[in-house]
């Protein structure tokens, strides 16, 4: 039997055969489609080859006949659902948007060759098993936004740390800002302190300023300077 196996594999070598794999696996647009290519054998089923000569002449009407068919940007997320699986493991905010995307395509394509199985019967039968969850869908987009921020309304527990955490910021950035100006009269401090609407504080575009602004002792400039160090830090 391995000698049969060994012969074969030669026969298959000297066809060219994997040669061939290599080219078509080059066309994949993910590593799962690779390797299942590269790892393709001939088939010894008549009626399997059969269907699969029907699948590729559909698929090549399809190509011919649209343009616009939504198979671009078909990911990978083997390993993101299988680290999904994993106990107490957490994906990461761009693999749950890898997730949305997938969803979002493959039903996009299940859709558009559903609706021609007349002309492609074939690739309807194939593509009716894909996945769709539309609810899946609408609560990623819920949570996280198109750049991968978690959004304030994904959970309600969420959007009462974050007014909390901004009240706090704009309390310490506020007495910061107080502290400075009680050391500091306005127009001497070695960047120019201002406010915007959101009480954060801003530094302007002035870095440089002359030292006799701060007072020709140089004992009270070295305080200012440290009471202003300290200020930062604390804020």
């Known amino acids: 039997m391995e000698q049969l196996d060994s012969l074969f594999l030669d026969s298959l070598k000297q066809l060219e055969f994997f040669t061939v794999l290599e080219k078509i696996a080059k066309f994949t647009t993910t590593e799962y489609g690779k390797n299942q290519i590269l790892n393709s054998l ?24 649209y343009e616009n068919i939504p198979f671009e940007n078909f990911g990978e997320i083997r390993t993101r659902i299988y680290k999904s699986k994993v106990e107490n493991a957490v994906l990461s905010t761009g693999e749950i948007l890898d997730v ?20 492609f019967p074939k690739l309807a039968e194939l593509v009716s098993p894909l996945y769709e969850n539309r609810i899946i869908e609408k609560h990623i987009r819920e949570a996280i936004d198109e750049t991968g921020n978690v959004r304030d309304t994904a959970s309600k527990e969420l959007l009462r740390i974050r007014n909390e955490i901004i009240e706090k910021s704009a309390k310490t950035a506020t007495k910061a800002g107080q502290n400075l100006e009680e050391h500091f009269p306005r127009g001497t401090c070695p960047r120019r302190i201002r406010y915007n609407s959101r009480r954060q504080i801003c530094t302007s575009n ?18 200012r300077s440290n009471l202003l160090h300290r200020a930062s830090r604390s804020y």
């Not at 949305?100 to 002309?119: A, C, G």
């Open 100 to 119: 949305l995307s997938f969803l979002q395509l493959s039903r996009t394509l299940r859709s558009f060759i559903l609706s021609k199985s007349e002309d």
């Open 206 to 223: 002035q870095n440089r300023i002359q030292k006799q602004n701060f007072g020709h002792n140089s004992r009270s400039f070295a305080k």
């Open 42 to 65: 001939p088939k010894e089923n008549l009626e399997e080859l059969a269907k699969e000569l029907d699948l590729v002449d559909e698929t090549i009407n399809l190509l011919n006949r």
